[in-house]
T-cell receptor, first 115, second 113 residues
Framework: GAGVSQSPSNKVTEKGKDVELRCDPI?????LYWYRQSLGQGLEFLIY????????KSGLPSDRFSAERTGGSVSTLTIQRTQQEDSAVYLC?????????????FGSGTRLTVV | GQNIDQPTEMTATEGAIVQINCTYQ??????LFWYQQHAGEAPTFLSY??LDGLEEKGRFSSFLSRSKGYSYLLLKELQMKDSASYLC??????????????WGLGTSLAVNP
């Protein structure tokens, strides 16, 4: 697509429920990133996918968080047994894998509220 | 370790010039990015520097000094719509991979009439 698409744009869930967040990157972008941004905080790296390589999961805050990327395109971030501290904006970004001057293109994010 | 510092808040007047500074300490360096983020929106790419010097793009310019670990974003002829958070990010080739950026917390710029 023309841009990075994320869905849903807003999600309110009850504590303890599981949620799935979806990201559809720009066509042809082989790198895909998930970040989390809490109110007034910086961007917190969660996970990175590059082509068929094993993902870099070093930023996932707990084993309740997982992500997959199917067919090198769409990615799903799953949060199990949500907690109130999971409330944040979850941003997805994609980039081309070659060249060093390519920044990220971000999606509009999913605002997750755990009540 | 890795650290990126930028001022938390700045205020400027419409039509004026403002400079937002960013200093970084990383074990490796392979480029510095500036992003703009309006409230409630996603960050958007503004500029990229990998060599020392000034990169100009319309009203916005970005400067880099690798020896000093320093960059600034210069905004000229400020407009009300420039009120936003400005994020500095560094690509550190020692950060596990060559394409993961290290992000500052952002500088919130308020442009007043």
């Amino acid at each position: 697509g023309a841009g990075v698409s994320q869905s849903p744009s807003n999600k309110v869930t009850e504590k303890g429920k599981d949620v799935e967040l979806r990201c559809d990157p720009i066509s042809g972008h082989t790198a895909l990133y998930w970040y989390r941004q809490s109110l007034g905080q910086g961007l917190e790296f969660l996970i990175y996918f590059q082509g068929n390589s094993a993902p870099d999961k070093s930023g996932l805050p707990s084993d309740r968080f997982s992500a997959e990327r199917t067919g090198g395109s769409v990615s799903t971030l799953t949060i199990q047994r949500t907690q109130q501290e999971d409330s944040a904006v979850y941003l997805c970004a994609s980039s081309q894998h070659t060249g060093t001057n390519y920044g990220y293109t971000f999606g509009s994010g999913t605002r997750l509220t755990v009540v | 370790g890795q650290n990126i510092d930028q001022p938390t808040e700045m205020t400027a007047t419409e039509g004026a010039i403002v400079q937002i500074n960013c200093t970084y300490q990383t074990s490796g360096f392979n480029g510095l990015f500036w992003y703009q983020q309006h409230a409630g929106e996603a960050p958007t790419f503004l500029s990229y520097n990998v060599l020392d010097g000034l990169e100009e793009k319309g009203r916005f310019s970005s400067f880099l000094s690798r020896s000093k670990g320093y960059s600034y974003l210069l905004l000229k002829e400020l407009q009300m719509k420039d009120s936003a958070s400005y994020l500095c990010a560094v690509r550190d080739f020692n950060a596990g991979n060559n394409r993961k950026l290290i992000w500052g917390l952002g500088t919130s710029l308020a442009v007043n009439p």
